[in-house]
């Protein structure tokens, strides 16, 4: 099992808010980036450091974090938005990479 | 504009091996770590393995430590991943990945892609 857990799959109304939660005891020290993965195509990293933007991602995108959770939210989500989430973070011993399982995000 | 191209995927029998390749453009290669993650079909993302800049540190994710290899050259810009005794459960798309200028584990770049199939 990884060591980062999130909701399989969670939905939002098309211009309302949604927040994607990723789950860790490694997120107690590092911090998590998020990633977009459309169908068919290549992750885009869309949050790191816990909260700072890469250039070209929407603003409606943010980033926070607290304890040993990581939220990702999107303010007003688009149908574009519609995709596969991702966090990741260093593991406890700070020397390898984990992934969180994915979280499914449909826009309604 | 940073571009990442790999190649050396294809269909092997169990127990075999396969070398991946990984060509980097667009940035200075030897100043990033690169990383090598997976995703079989239809599944999430799996982090592979890392190495840093000057190739003389590397980690592996549990599943495949000792028989992964990852390594660079950095007069051509290569990446490799070396993998032997596979398993059906190594099929996947590997991505080769390059760290973000903060730090990894942040990625900021992704290849398209090399498909292994261990069957």
């Known amino acids: 099992s990884s060591e980062l857990t999130q909701d399989p799959a969670v939905s939002v109304a098309l211009g309302q808010t949604v927040t994607i939660i990723c789950q860790g005891d490694?997120?107690?020290?590092?911090?998590a980036s998020w990633y977009q993965q459309r169908p068919g195509q290549t992750p885009v990293l869309v949050m790191y450091d816990k909260n700072k933007r890469p250039s070209g991602i929407p603003d409606r995108f943010s980033g926070s974090a607290s304890g040993g959770t990581a939220s990702l939210t999107i303010t007003g989500a688009q149908a574009e938005d519609e995709a596969d989430y991702y966090c990741?973070?260093?593991?406890?011993?700070?020397?390898?990479?984990?992934f969180g399982g994915g979280t499914q995000l449909t826009v309604l | 504009e940073v571009q990442l191209v790999e190649s050396g995927g294809g269909v092997v029998q169990p127990g075999g091996s396969l070398r991946l390749s990984c060509a980097a453009s667009g940035f200075t290669f030897d100043h990033y770590s690169m990383h090598w993650v997976r995703q079989a079909p239809g599944k999430g993302l799996e982090w592979v393995s890392v190495t840093n800049g000057q190739g003389g540190a590397r980690k592996y994710a549990d599943s495949v430590e000792g028989r992964f290899i990852i390594s660079r050259d950095n007069s051509k810009n290569a990446l490799y991943l070396q993998m032997k005794s596979l398993r059906s459960e190594d099929t996947a798309f590997y991505y080769c990945?390059?760290?973000?200028?903060?730090?990894?584990?942040?990625?900021?770049?992704w290849g398209r892609g090399t498909l292994v199939t261990v069957s």
């Open positions: 490694c997120l107690r020290t590092y911090s």
């Open positions: 990741n973070s260093r593991d406890r011993s700070g020397s390898r990479v984990v």
């Open positions: 990945a390059k760290e973000h200028s903060s730090g990894w584990p942040a990625i900021d770049y």
